[in-house]
Each structure stands twice: as C-alpha cells, then as structure tokens.
C-alpha cells in the first residue's frame, strides 16, 4: 500500500483523516472539521508536515478549519468551488481533474447530492476513496442543496467502482442508520450485519471505513431500485424515530 491512512474522531461525530503518502513522504488532510485537533494530531504522528488539504464541499465541519491549518502549516488548499463560500481555495477541482500527493493519484468525482459542488477523491492503485457526506456504512448524507436524482447519479458512479473499493465517508452515523436499515430490510443477514455494529460501536470501534461491496449488500440507499425509490427511501429516512 503506497498511502498511509490514519482516522480519527473529532467533533461530536465527525472523523478527520490524515494521509501519507510513503515513497515521498508528502501529507494531506481529507477536509478541516477541527483545525486545531488536526494539527495537534499531525504533531503526535510526527509526520513533520502536511502539504496539501483536500475539501469535499463547502460545510463548516468541513471546511472550516482551513485557514487555521494554512497558517500553520503552509498547505494548499485543494477543493471544489463552493468551498470560497466560507474559505480560501488555492485550485479548484472538479470532476475528471487529478490532484497529487506526492506519487498518490487522486482521481476526483463530482457527487451533487448533499451539496451542489460536492466532491470525492479515490485513488484507484490503492483502492481507496475519500467520499465525504456522500456515503455511510448503511447511509447516505442528506439533500441540503441536491436532488434526489442527482444524489441517485452520485451513489451510482460509486456503486460502478470497484467491489474492494474502501470507502471512508466522514461521520459516524452507522448505528442510526442500521435502526433504520432493519425498519425496511428483513433478512436475516441483514440483522446479523446491524448486530455486528451495535456490537463495534458498544465497543468504542470506528465502523469507519466501510467496503464497497458491503454497502452493495447492505446500504439501503445502493440496494434502491431507481431514483424514485432511492427519493422515497430518502424521505422515509429524514423523518424515521427508530
């Protein structure tokens, strides 16, 4: 494996990333939802730099501790558009466009949905990608700014990746959303999986990442038919109790 991936809670239940790329040693963080937890991070890992940061859209847990992290650090800043709305963007990205860490391609994805300008990075070599408030283990992120149809496109480009792919999405939600998950699903597998994360999260473990084709299995989102039943699945969410 050619990146380093160290995951690690900040907010109430946010989860920042710190990435290393080996052969050059070049450092990124995925987003700045706590600036000066990440930088106190950085400097317990010892990795004596951080060059680049890299946004997926344009939220305050996001994007917020940007201009902390520069001024500590120097990195450039590395996002969609929208990101200008609350911070500084040194290159704009958007779908189709590479960015570098060091030897680490990131391929970026557009993923309208959550936000209007929301992106993911993925490094297809590695397997891995960072996808942001797009997708959870058995969720997706809300339509603050997107349509249901175009949150549907998004999770479907995801879905046409690699099965092996991992995903690491931003929040640790999964416990809410396997409660939901059991309202509409019913087979036996899927209690077993949703057990299996009560049991992590009574535990204190992270059920992030999560595995492509373990969402393809489970996640009710990818499991929707089409994009009117992925809107009702949707709907069906925002207003659950469970």
Excluded at 128 to 136: P, Q
Excluded at 178 to 204: K, V
Aim: charged fraction near 25%.
């Amino acid at each position: 494996m050619a990146l380093t991936v160290h995951i690690f809670p900040v907010l109430s239940d946010n989860y920042a990333f710190l990435l290393r790329d080996d052969a050059t040693g070049q450092v990124a963080t995925v987003d700045t939802p706590d600036g000066d937890a990440i930088l106190a991070e950085l400097e317990r890992l010892g990795w004596g730099r951080l060059d680049l940061i890299l946004n997926t859209h344009w939220h305050p847990d996001h994007a917020g501790g940007n201009a902390a992290i520069q001024a500590a650090t120097g990195a450039r800043i590395i996002g969609p558009e929208e990101v200008r709305r609350i911070a500084t963007v040194d290159q704009v990205v958007t779908g189709g466009d590479l960015v570098m860490l060091g030897q680490t391609r990131f391929e970026v994805t557009s993923a309208p949905g959550h936000t209007l300008g929301h992106i993911l990075y993925r490094s297809t070599a590695d397997a891995i990608a960072f996808v942001g408030d797009t997708l959870f283990p058995l969720g997706c992120g809300r339509l603050f700014e997107g349509t249901a149809e175009q949150m549907w496109s998004s999770l479907s480009a995801i879905a046409a990746w690699p099965d092996r792919t991992v995903l690491y999405g931003a929040h640790e939600y999964t416990a809410a959303n396997a409660r939901f998950a059991l309202s509409i699903d019913d087979r036996p597998e899927m209690a077993d999986h949703a057990a299996e994360i009560f049991a992590m999260r009574e535990r204190g473990e992270f059920t992030e990442p999560t595995v492509l084709s373990v969402e393809k299995a489970f996640n009710p989102f990818l499991r929707a038919r089409d994009a009117d039943d992925f809107a009702a699945r949707r709907a069906a969410k925002d207003a659950f109790k469970g």
